[in-house]
């Protein structure tokens, strides 16, 4: 199983920016797609955003025109440039692998094992 581990997260204020990168233990291209999730406190981990390996891109609501995910293959590195961010982006942020149509397409994720995420706060 893939080994992802979560980056670039921090404290910034409204309006600002913020890129995450997602490092995968082994190569990704053969990987179905790749998600970012975020849990913030008190809620449900939700989809952001999500990309399958010909390029395809599922955006949630909330972040579409904010978000553009983007992975690099050579280095099986996925990330989430985040833009314009708002007190309610605040969330712990993760990333998963995804095999099948099904995953890349849910709003609600139901895998059982996590990274440590990195933590996006969002407050002047």
């Known amino acids: 199983q893939v080994q992802l581990v979560e980056s670039g997260g921090g404290l910034v204020q409204p309006g600002g920016s913020l890129r995450l990168s997602c490092a995968a233990s082994q190569s990704i291209f053969s990987i179905y797609a790749m998600g970012w999730y975020r849990q913030a406190p008190g809620k449900q981990r939700e989809l952001v955003a999500a990309i399958t390996s010909s390029g395809s891109t599922n955006y949630a609501d909330s972040v579409k025109g904010r978000f553009t995910i983007s992975r690099d293959n050579a280095k099986n590195t996925v990330y989430l440039q985040m833009n314009s961010l708002k007190p309610e982006d605040t969330a712990v942020y993760y990333c998963?692998?995804?095999?099948?149509?099904?995953?890349?397409?849910?709003?609600?994720?139901?895998?059982?094992?996590w990274g440590q995420g990195t933590q996006v706060t969002v407050s002047s």
């Open positions: 998963h692998d995804l095999h099948n149509y099904s995953d890349f397409r849910s709003t609600v994720p139901l895998f059982r094992s």
